[in-house]
C-alpha cells in the first residue's frame, strides 16, 4: 500500500449528510431542520442533497441508520473488554463523557423518538429498533453475569439513563449525569 492510499479519505456525500443529519437533528429537532441546515453542516451545495435523499424524511432515515452505526460501532468496542460487567460499566462511563452534550440537548436518539413518535410516518419504529438493539445489548449482558432478571436489569439501566438524559438536559446541569452514572456503576458492581 502506497501512502497516498494511506490517506483517510473525506467520507463521501452521502455518509456526510447522513452523520450531518444525525447531528443536526439532535441539536435542532425534525420539524425545525432544513434540507439547507443538513447540506450546510454536511459542506455540501443543498442542490447535491436532493440526487441523494429525494425528501427531509429520508434524511430522517439516513439519520436513523447513522444512529445505528453509531451504536454498533460503540457495542462493538465495548465487546472487546473482558467482562459484561466492565462493559456496562464502559457503557455508563461513556454516557458520562456526553454528559455536555446530554445538558445542552438530550439524548441523540432518545430525543429522536420523543419527537417520532408524535408523527404518523413509521420512523417511530425505525428508531425504536435501533433502541431495541441497546436494549438487547444489554440484556445479554446481564445474561452473562448469571442474572435471571436480565431484562428487567436492562430495562432499568436504559430507563435509568434515558431519565437522567431528560433531567440533565432540563436543568442543562451536566453534574447530574455525572453523579447518576457513578450510581449505576456502583449498581452494577453490585449485581455480582
Known sequence: MTDSAKVRQKPGKRERLATAAARVLHEQGAEKTTLADIARAADVPVGN????????????????DAHGQ???TIIAA?????????RLKALV????????????????TGTLAAELDKRED???????KIMQILLDWTEQQFQAMG???????????????????????????????????????RWIDSLT
Open 49 to 64: 442533497v436532493y440526487y441523494y435523499f429525494k425528501t427531509k424524511d429520508q434524511l430522517v432515515e439516513a439519520a436513523i
Open 70 to 72: 453509531n451504536l454498533r
Open 78 to 86: 465495548l465487546d472487546t473488554l473482558p467482562t459484561p460487567q466492565d
Open 93 to 108: 462511563g461513556g454516557w458520562i463523557d456526553q454528559r455536555e452534550l446530554a445538558a445542552r440537548y438530550g439524548c441523540p
Open 122 to 128: 413509521g420512523l417511530d419504529r425505525q428508531i425504536a
Open 147 to 185: 442474572r435471571p432478571d436480565s431484562r428487567e436489569l436492562a430495562v432499568a439501566l436504559i430507563a435509568a439513563y434515558q431519565g437522567i438524559s431528560l433531567l440533565t438536559n432540563t436543568f442543562r446541569d451536566p453534574e447530574l449525569m455525572a453523579t447518576e452514572g457513578r450510581r449505576l456503576e
